[in-house]
DNA sequence: TGGATGCACCGTGTATACAAGGTGTCCACA
DNA sequence: TGTGGACACCTTGTATACACGGTGCATCCA
């Protein structure tokens, strides 16, 4: 999704066009918590809080629908999702059915982790350090997604990703309110990194299912 | 997707909206092969074609591009994606890893086949009777798809019914053109209820995997 | 004759005006 | 006082007009 350009990102304006700013504000805003769940958003409102007319914003929000970030009632408008622990719960299941299967799969071929992996793990832990955690949990994403790419099958790559931007609801929340879990998640990273390593499935597969299990563990203790 | 709709849902006409007509036409055309891969289509053209403005058109693109079925490129507009053997294989492997992980579920849980199972089978072999390839094979999509829904993980249910539409693009064709193996379909699916009611993981899964591998097989055949 | 530059045309991106449908309120009547 | 219906307002759905940017062609210069 990206929203919130990370400092490298922002660098000069490329034109953004009119639609690519009304998803990103009224994305992120759905992420902050500005608008209640199950409220309706009113398009003449978002496209003057926005800065232009309503039709960017119509397509703005019928993107976030396809990410299921809202729901398009006709001719009632978009109704902010409610987000449960359950479906948070089936995202993460969701993630690790595909993720342990890519890592299946690698360790079959005697892949070995993604050449990228080492970089993304000691740039994550500086992260950390930073306390950035923007910055953190994009490079996590960044991470995963290159396992699963790893594997070769972009159609599994891409529905992966898609899963994103529906976790990142909670999972900034949860990163914040937990940082005392940093030093685990980096230290399965490492260990994930070795397991490959070693061409050794089960080992992976059982790292990655207790590493998954972190978050939704997390957002559990404080759901409805 | 619900193009074609079928003769049950084509009743009276509930009003449907010209993004919708716009969405069904513009769709179905790329399924039947009206244009070709890799073309830009003209915005203003396809608005007069489905008889309206454009903007119903271009929201019924930005879905189709949501459902990978065009490519929205800025300043230059709609490109029909060109679907590689490769791409239908990943797609096919995609939807193996999916259902043979509910597959598994099911049986780990001993919940046996879906209760409409049965139903569903003896409907699909009536239309295989009735040379009705199209109710074949949106039956052929629920007996799958109730299958993955049984296991209660309604995300991976969404993400496998995504992977529908693309499909369909080549599957028709498949289908008509190789009939004989309608037999065979029907079999597996017997085969597959009967290991499911045994709480058979493993016999269920490898039922699966050859029946899905049916099709990406056919597909090489008179691929580019 | 080949390449580069500028201009014109065309198609997408955005804004605005208009149409249609639904919701809530207010009034009338039981 | 409660309930039912009609009307008005408000919001989405659609059409159209305008702005912006890119592509391709033609012309000019080397």
């Known amino acids: 999704m990206s929203h919130q350009k990370s400092t490298a990102t922002g660098g000069s304006k490329p034109r953004q066009s009119a639609r690519e700013r009304a998803y990103e504000m009224i994305g992120s805003a759905i992420l902050a918590g500005t608008f209640a769940e199950g409220e309706f958003l009113d398009e003449a409102v978002l496209a003057r809080e926005v800065g232009t007319s309503r039709t ?3 397509e703005a929000l019928h993107r976030l629908q396809a990410e299921r970030f809202v729901e398009l009632v006709p001719r009632r408008g978009a109704q902010v999702r409610v987000v449960t622990a359950t479906e948070m719960r089936e995202i993460y ?10 890592i299946t799969k690698i360790c079959d071929r005697r892949l070995g982790p993604p050449p990228e992996t080492r970089e993304l793990i000691e740039a994550m832990e500086t992260a950390g350090r930073n306390r950035n955690w923007n910055e953190f949990s994009q490079l996590d994403q960044v991470f995963h997604s290159s396992i ?6 972009a159609v ?3 529905i992966y990703d898609s899963l994103r ?5 909670l ?4 990163l914040t309110e937990g940082p005392e879990r940093l030093s685990i998640i980096e230290r399965e990273h490492r260990e994930l990194e070795a397991a490959l ?14 590493h998954i299990q972190e978050v939704p563990k997390l957002v559990q203790a404080f759901s409805r």
């Open 197 to 210: 390593e070693g061409h050794d499935g089960p080992l992976s597969t059982s790292i990655l299912n207790v």
């Open 171 to 174: 999972g900034v929340r949860t």
């Open 165 to 169: 931007p529906r976790q990142v609801r």
């Open 93 to 102: 299941q969701a993630r690790f059915v595909i993720e342990s299967d890519a």
């Open 156 to 158: 599994l790559g891409e």
């Open 148 to 153: 699963v790419r790893h594997q070769g099958n």
């Open 56 to 58: 960017p914003v119509r």
